[in-house]
């Protein structure tokens, strides 16, 4: 056992009791919280899948935590002849990902909540002792056991995988209070996650109601109207060429600067600032090049726009939003070409067929389609909103591994 993890395990005797920044009124005078080394409260799960008997292989993602491989990948990774190695995961134990990410920088901790099933024994598996463990799978989502796992992980750890020994990630030092105020800690913040679930699929459900009204609102391919259509309006729609309804199709220039005073559009949204904007009012912006190709923004006001970006600039007659709309509806990434690096093109649009109602229809459609995406929007913020706000109570509820002096 390494000195890291000696210095751990006596940990519990050697540190000060600690009182978390908000604690619900209960527990307030009771006694402090203290850590104690994770190899103390459970056990690591080393079984493998002799004979392979298990052929469910599930993965640890940072995001979706413990999913199924297949589903996450869309493919199975592991195969049938390789599995006999593999870890056996239960219901209810923990996974450790050693493999860093954006959103998770010293790898995640999940808990198997789906079934029985595999990993690669490149992750760690443990199962906690006492079966009430909400607490744990909480305070794995926040930072309080990052420090620990960058002090003890080995100084030649590859650039994407934390590189620490079992037994120093089974000395990790956890917070530890009552059964009781842990439950109630689970407890409070699992009726968050289930706020959280319950907004995400109001904001699902909306963006599914505004796909399919987009494909009921706008005319299928080689039909000349729409399944669906406001009272009042039955003429054929016009076709016309993109082009035609445009003072130019065209493709960005302006490069980025820090000291500008202008936004800055990349293939998807503003990436900085520039001094010299070459675009005014209010643009069409499509993905030009890579993995967002064919992408839609819309950009007002004075702004610049990078080479990755084609700039549609509508005649001012021509109504802005139904045309953003309707290219939504017809999903452009048809248009795009190459296999090594996607592209299209300023003069593929530019031929593009757009059928055209009248202005009063057009001007109906566009109403109904931007009140619902203002409704998305505010329930997405809503979404955030609560993210941010279980976020914030994580925080605070559970004591720092910093505030210790190991």
């Not at 003429?235 to 199709?249: F, G, M």
Request: proline share 5%; glycine share 6%; charged share 25%.
């Amino acid at each position: 056992m390494s000195s890291k993890t000696n210095t751990t395990s006596s940990m519990e005797d050697s540190t000060p009791t600690l009182v978390p920044k908000l604690r619900f009124p209960e527990f307030r005078q009771a006694e402090g919280w203290k850590f104690t080394p994770l190899n103390r409260l459970a056990i690591r799960t080393k079984q493998k899948n002799r004979d392979e008997k298990i052929d469910r292989v599930l993965t640890n993602s940072a995001e979706f935590g413990v999913v199924d491989q297949r589903d996450f990948f869309d493919k199975d990774i592991a195969t049938q002849g390789k599995l006999e190695g593999y870890f056996v995961v239960g219901l209810g134990c923990y996974v450790y990902n050693p493999r860093i990410s954006s959103t998770a920088p010293v790898g995640p901790i999940s808990k198997n909540k789906i079934g029985t099933g595999v990993m690669s024994p490149l992750y760690t598996v443990f199962k906690f002792k006492d079966d009430r463990n909400d607490f744990y799978e909480h305070f794995f989502k926040t930072t309080g056991w990052h420090t620990y796992m960058r002090q003890a992980s080995s100084t030649g750890a590859r650039h994407d995988r934390m590189a620490i020994s079992s037994d120093d990630f089974m000395a990790m030092p956890l917070p530890v209070s009552s059964p009781d105020e842990q439950q109630k800690i689970a407890d409070c913040l699992n009726s968050l996650d289930a706020l959280i679930v319950a907004q995400r699929s109001k904001v699902d459900a909306l963006k599914t109601h505004k796909e399919g009204l987009l494909q009921q609102l706008f005319p299928r391919e080689g039909e000349t109207q729409p399944n669906l259509r406001f009272s009042g309006f039955r003429e054929s729609w016009i076709v016309n060429k993109l082009d035609s309804l445009c003072i130019s199709i065209s493709s960005g220039r302006d490069k980025l600067n820090p000291e500008g005073a202008f936004d800055l559009y990349g293939s998807t949204s503003i990436i900085g600032k520039t001094t010299s904007p070459s675009f005014s009012g209010e643009r069409i912006l499509i993905a030009r090049v890579g993995a967002n190709a064919g992408l839609l923004t819309k950009a007002k006001g004075s702004f610049g726009v990078t080479d990755n970006t084609i700039v549609v600039s509508l005649k001012p007659s021509i109504n802005i939003d139904f045309i953003f709309y309707y290219l939504e509806s017809i999903n452009i990434n048809r248009l795009i070409f190459g296999s090594g690096q996607p592209l299209i093109t300023g003069s593929i649009l530019k031929k593009l067929p757009i059928l055209v109602p009248s202005d009063l229809e057009q001007r109906k459609i566009s109403a109904c389609l931007s009140s619902l995406g203002d409704l998305i929007v505010t329930q997405s913020l809503k979404l955030e909103a609560i993210k941010a706000h279980k976020m914030g109570l994580m925080q605070q509820l559970f004591p720092l591994f910093a505030e210790i002096d190991v």
